[in-house]
């Protein structure tokens, strides 16, 4: 039984550089969320998908913030121009349909120096 | 604005006894789901418990169990026979707008079991 998967699990990244994450989801779940988790802090939604359509973005989701969902299946999470402010824990987590549980994956944590 | 509050950012209970953790939420809604999840370190997070709000009965799962007092807006936890593993970071958390995915979750709890 495969989980919710993030990759890389770990990015150290120098500020103004691009980074992208990756989230594969729970097979045949059709909807996938982000959210950011800061330290000391509980996780904050960002966007979700229902397959490939972009449903709902947050107001924390800048224009530096890019997610896609190509044919509904691996999402991925792209930051251009990193601040330090972008440090955090980036979760995905999958959903089989809306009234079900969704599965958190274990997150990438992303460091901006 | 619509907000979930855990007041105690740090517990700690002697392994076997039973502790509550407490929170309260503010919502418009009319129905609407309530959460317990819990993120051990390093760890994923996991859900521990559900109720769903226009229920009256209290959810229960195992040792955990919670005390929803709807008009209050309190979602409290309540953990029985506490165990070395339910070490961790727990987060209440409510949804909104129909989906148990859309989570606005609280800043946390962080519960430490002690032998």
């Known amino acids: 039984d495969t989980g919710v998967s993030q990759n890389p699990r770990h990015k150290i990244t120098k500020r103004g550089q691009n980074v992208t994450f990756r989230c594969d989801p729970i097979?045949?779940?059709?909807?996938l969320y982000w959210y950011r988790q800061t330290l000391g802090q509980g996780p904050e939604f960002l966007t979700y998908?229902?397959?490939?359509?972009?449903?709902?973005k947050s107001r924390l989701l800048s224009d530096r913030f890019s997610a896609e969902r190509p044919k509904g299946s691996f999402s991925t999470l792209e930051i251009q121009r990193t601040e330090q402010g972008d440090s955090a824990m980036y979760l995905c987590?999958?959903?089989?349909?809306?009234?079900?549980?969704?599965?958190f994956g274990e997150g990438s944590w992303l460091t901006v120096v | 604005a619509q907000t979930v509050t855990q007041s105690q950012p740090e517990m700690s209970v002697q392994e076997a006894e039973t502790v509550t953790l407490s929170c309260t939420y503010d919502?418009?809604?009319?129905?609407?789901?309530l959460f317990w999840y819990k993120q051990p370190p390093s760890r994923q997070m996991i859900l521990v418990i559900r109720?769903?709000?226009?229920?009256?009965q209290n959810a229960t799962e195992n040792r955990f169990s919670v005390n929803f007092q709807k008009a209050a807006k309190s979602f409290s936890l309540k953990i029985s026979d506490s165990q070395l593993g339910d070490t961790a970071m727990y987060f209440c958390?409510?949804?909104?707008?129909?989906?148990?995915?859309?989570?606005?979750f609280g800043k946390g709890t962080k519960l430490s079991v002690k032998p």
């Open positions: 987590a999958s959903q089989p349909g809306l009234g079900d549980t969704i599965y």
């Open positions: 097979s045949e779940h059709n909807r």
């Open positions: 998908f229902q397959n490939e359509a972009q449903l709902e």
């Open positions: 919502t418009s809604e009319s129905n609407y789901y």
């Open positions: 109720q769903e709000a226009y229920k009256q």
């Open positions: 958390a409510r949804n909104y707008g129909g989906s148990q995915g859309n989570l606005i």
